[in-house]
């Protein structure tokens, strides 16, 4: 098979992010890396590659058409059929079909995400040490320290009673021996729900590689994005770390969820008084915890350190 030819910059314009020779391959690599785990879950759940080909090919038209404008200007079909090796006749389709679709948007986890964060944020429901409470189930019961009350502080259309039957199915609360709703301190990581988890799959991966990719392409001011990595450890060790860092993690999280509550009351009560649109920044902060085998995925790198 003969070499292909990259082009002349004379015969075409260079594309942002696409070296003259074609991808690196330390690149090539590590997107194989990230899209290994990834292709595991999509074959488990019986995603083949036909179907990722057709989802991708709409992600590319997407992408292109979004975040390599020139000036601005909405790009024509031609252009992003160029950035995106996407057909021409295919671009114009799937652009149709992408402007005509309504976003699926999931109601139930993000406020699920919200009660949790309020519970573990608000001094009212927090016990001297820090934990939360466990609350009462009904304000008959408890009064502003129940679960009734914590779920109508954050939406007053949805009955208590539907969310805690569904949190005590998915792993997230259980109920003590009085009867109280007592929050599960790994939550909102649900032991079952597979819709659950893939809300959170997306967001959480999603800003990850956002971050990464804002990095990568050298884009300012950076995002931090560090992490420490071992590879000739005893299991025992690895335990005793992944304890360590479970416990430091979860202080840490606690800590900026409380603040970003305060920051998020404050910023909203000056946007009242000032007449000003409320805020609409966000942030993401994460920490996540892997361990295997050395040698268990192929194109591992034996290194050790921090990054």
């Not at 990850?208 to 299991?235: D, I, T």
């Amino acid at each position: 098979m003969p070499t292909p030819i990259a082009p002349s910059p004379k015969s075409a314009p260079a594309l942002r992010g696409v070296a003259p020779g074609g991808p690196s391959p330390v690149l090539v690599r590590a997107l194989r890396k990230v899209l290994r785990p990834l292709v595991r879950l999509m074959l488990s759940h019986g995603i083949t590659y036909t179907y990722l080909a057709d989802m991708l090919k709409g992600l590319f038209v997407e992408v292109a058409d979004r975040d390599f404008r020139l000036d601005a200007k909405s790009p024509t079909d031609s252009r992003v059929s160029l950035v995106s090796g996407v057909h021409r006749k295919d671009v114009a389709r799937l652009r149709q079909l992408l402007s005509s679709e309504d976003p699926i948007e999931s109601s139930v986890v993000p406020r699920g995400a919200q009660l949790v964060a309020r519970w573990m944020a608000d001094p009212k429901y927090l016990a001297a040490d820090g934990s939360p409470r466990p609350l009462a189930c009904l304000i008959s019961e408890g009064g502003e320290l129940s679960f009734e009350a914590l779920v109508s502080s954050v939406n007053s259309d949805i009955r208590s009673r539907v969310v805690l039957d569904e949190w005590l199915d998915l792993g997230v609360a259980h109920l003590d021996e009085q009867g109280r709703v007592c929050l599960n301190t790994s939550a909102f990581v649900p032991s079952k729900g597979v819709d659950e988890k893939a809300f959170f799959l997306g967001h959480n991966l999603h800003d990850h590689a956002a971050a990464a990719v804002h990095n990568l392409l050298g884009e300012q001011p950076p995002f931090m994005e560090r992490s420490v990595h071992y590879n000739a450890l005893s299991a025992s060790s690895v335990e005793r770390l992944r304890r360590m860092s479970e416990q430091q993690a979860m202080q840490m999280l606690l800590a900026v969820n409380m603040l970003a509550t305060e920051c998020e009351a404050q910023d909203a009560e000056e946007a009242v008084k000032s007449g000003d649109p409320v805020p609409d920044q966000r942030f993401t902060l994460g920490a996540y915890f892997y361990s295997a085998s050395s040698g268990e995925e192929p194109g591992d790198s034996h290194r050790q350190g921090s990054q």
